[in-house]
Nanobody, 121 residues
């Protein structure tokens, strides 16, 4: 199984970015997919997630600014990030878990390599 995250970069506050995670080696339609982020010195936390049934979750810190979507045919999950803030700066990881999502990192079987998002003020 491989999860390949891409789309990070350096942007200014207020800008938008779209992260993408391409999955291979798993039956994508049966997995919940999630985006976590980890800022320097902080724990990895759930940002947004989508279940195999299409239910979505967004953390309160990003609600209304970030949205997650999945494409079973392409085996991809994307995170659209709008109105970015300096506090969104982190390494963003995609992760996969059978059936649905969880807020707990330990419950995810597969992880991507991470992509850096830096938001300057």
């Amino acid at each position: 199984v491989q999860l390949q995250a891409s789309g990070g970069g350096l942007v200014q506050a207020g800008d938008s970015l779209r992260l993408s995670c391409a999955a291979s080696g798993l039956t994508f339609s049966t997995y919940g997919m999630a985006w976590f982020r980890q800022a320097p010195g902080k724990e990895r936390v759930l940002v947004a997630a989508i279940s195999s049934g299409g239910s979505t979750y967004s953390a309160s810190s990003v609600k209304g600014r970030f949205s997650i979507s999945g494409d079973n045919a392409k085996k991809t999950v994307e995170l659209q990030m709008n109105s970015l803030k300096p506090e969104d700066t982190a390494v963003y990881y995609c992760a996969a878990r059978r059936v649905t999502y969880s807020i707990y990192t330990r419950e995810y079987a597969y992880w991507g390599q991470g992509t850096q998002v830096t938001v300057s003020s």
